[in-house]
């Protein structure tokens, strides 16, 4: 077995890109073997357009047997030289693991990582509805912080991430929303909850794709607030910077992959962003991820954040109609925003665990470059 690095191509379909093109492959079988489906399965020009993002460094590694694919990891970190935490994620083929293969590869994404200077290693695992045990058998993340939520505690990724030093820090819920037939209560829901922002100071702005130019700056400035607002369990999360360049630097990325962006904000009288909602329509798949949602905490108490899925729900509809089921991801603690999710028809379709391992910068080993 060989380990190296996956060079990141300027092209698809050519020679060079080979390695990154097999990577992609074996992402989304993995995704068709956890789900069933392809609807997490992205597609290798999505991961080539964030793969030359400008904000976040990615790298990644396979470990090959002659022309095979074994496994891949990655490492992914802000660039902003004060974030001290990365994502690290490893997946291996069926039929070759239990061989050591997801170690060896853990062991190099780490590596990349901590020589960039980062304490707190990320990574996750998904957990479908029917792979989770009875009540009372699982883990749940930590007291303080967590909701009731569990994962089988004999699952392989649970296995891994004790046996690497990875505690669990958090769990989200995985939904699903089925949209046929929804769109007439929905209008009906948003005409109303419109009405009580308008008589509360606030005005809608929806769009596709790029954000107005009028409204970016503002725009980027409630952006900032996903990174400290939201609930974290007991990971720790950097604080992202957020400025117009980054907003446009984001919008591409995903538009160059060929990702349409549906987006909602709701604006106060001083034409602040009190909060906003992204809705991800990726190619070639029938369905739309959930992305940020939030409302800035001196605005809540307003029912902005049902006001603006409502909006956004609708404006799928008109923009999509084909695109029928909507996937999301909530902290299990985040208590509120479940409860508008299922007052919409969100239903449970599974859970995804963040395992976190820290390393103290004095105990942090020294480069093996």
């Known amino acids: 077995m060989e380990i190296r690095q996956i060079p990141v191509p300027e092209r698809l379909g050519v020679p060079a890109a080979r390695d990154f093109e097999q990577a992609a492959l074996l992402l989304a079988a993995i995704e068709r073997e956890t789900w069933g489906d392809d609807d997490f399965a992205l597609s290798a020009a999505e991961l080539l357009a964030a793969a030359r993002g400008t904000h976040l460094r990615r790298v990644a590694f396979g470990a090959w047997d002659g022309d095979e694919l074994l496994g891949r990891s990655s490492a992914v970190w802000d660039e902003d030289p004060e974030a001290e935490s990365a994502e690290v994620h490893v997946v291996v083929a069926a039929g070759h693991r239990r061989r050591g293969i997801a170690r060896a590869l853990l062991a190099v994404a780490e590596r990349a990582a901590l020589d960039a200077g980062k304490l707190a290693l990320d990574s996750f695992s998904d957990h479908p509805e029917a792979s989770l045990g009875e009540r009372g058998t699982g883990l749940t993340a930590p007291a303080a912080t967590a909701g009731d939520a569990e994962i089988p505690a004999d699952s392989a990724a649970a296995g891994f991430a004790a046996a690497t030093g990875y505690a669990l820090a958090q769990i989200e819920r995985v939904s699903l929303l089925d949209t046929r037939g ?26 596709r794709d790029a954000a107005p130019d009028a409204l970016v700056d503002a725009y980027a ?39 349409t962006l549906l987006s909602c904000a709701v604006v106060d009288a001083a034409g602040d962003v009190a909060g906003y909602t992204v809705l991800e329509l990726p190619p070639g798949r029938p369905v739309a991820y959930q992305d940020d949602t939030i409302v800035l905490r001196a605005h809540r108490g307003h029912r902005l954040g049902l006001l603006l899925k409502l909006a956004n729900l609708v404006a799928l509809h008109e923009a999509a109609p084909e695109r029928t089921r909507v996937h999301t991801w909530n902290a299990d603690e985040n208590a509120h925003m479940l409860r508008i999710n299922l007052g919409l028809g969100f239903r449970p379709s599974g859970l995804s665990a963040a395992w976190e391992r820290r390393v103290a910068a004095d105990h942090r080993p020294p480069s093996l470059s």
């Open 182 to 207: 929804r769109t007439g209560a929905f209008r009906a829901q948003l005409v109303e909850a419109e009405a009580s922002a308008t008589a509360a100071g606030y005005r809608v702005v929806g769009w």
């Open 221 to 259: 400035a409630a952006r900032e607030h996903m990174s400290r607002d939201i609930p974290a369990g007991a990971l720790q999360i950097d604080a992202e910077r957020w400025d117009r360049a980054r907003v446009r630097a984001w919008e591409s990325e995903l538009l160059a992959g060929g990702t």
